[in-house]
């Protein structure tokens, strides 16, 4: 089968709630966009089946492609960022432009800083992925996430030992092809040509 990891679109940013609670912002309206350039990506596939993580940024990004395609949209909670239980969104455009330290640190690769345990959280994105594979072999599942979560199960692919070693774009598509017999191989990286004109720099 074939697994296409999507990136959500560009949410808004969520400085802090109120109570603390995890943030879970939407969908900026460039997001909305980039949301429907994915119907575009995908037209030329047939795709059997669709899952998202359960954030607000990755549900809004499936949601064109749902409405289009007339199929079900399993929640997938394996599928939620490693940030899933932080009570601040900004997105890391903004953390780049204002030389936060969170920047310098994703950039090194270091979750710890989050509080997040990288090995606990790659194995249960593979574990949540691997699930959806076994489900539906022969087909072709579309799977709404985040770029922490992309790089965790393409980075358990390719034997990389970095949490996060590349940056999927905004409604950028990862092609991932699952045998049956166990047998895994990225097909593509970051497939940005349906969106190039609305990225953010």
Known sequence: MELVLVRHGLPVRIDATEDGSPADPGLAELG??????????????????????????????AQPLVEALGLPLLVEEGLAEFDVAHSTYIPIEELRAAADPRWDALVRGDLLH????????????????????????????????????????????????????????????????????????????????????????
Do not use: C, K, M
Not at 33 to 49: I, S
């Open 32 to 61: 909305h966009l980039q949301a429907q350039r994915v119907v575009t990506a995908l037209g030329a596939d047939e795709v059997t089946h669709l899952y998202s993580s359960p954030a607000a940024r990755a549900l809004q990004t």
């Open 114 to 201: 989050a509080d997040v345990d990288p090995v606990a959280f790659r194995g249960r994105v593979v574990t949540a992925i691997e699930a959806v594979a076994s489900r539906h072999p022969g087909g072709r599942a579309v799977l709404f996430t985040h770029a922490g979560s992309i790089n965790a199960y393409t980075g358990h692919v390719a034997g990389q030992e970095r949490p996060l070693w590349f940056a999927p774009a905004y409604a950028s598509l990862t092609r991932v092809g699952a045998a049956r017999d166990g047998r895994r191989g990225l097909v593509s990286l970051n497939e940005t040509g349906h969106v190039r004109d609305l990225l953010t720099r």
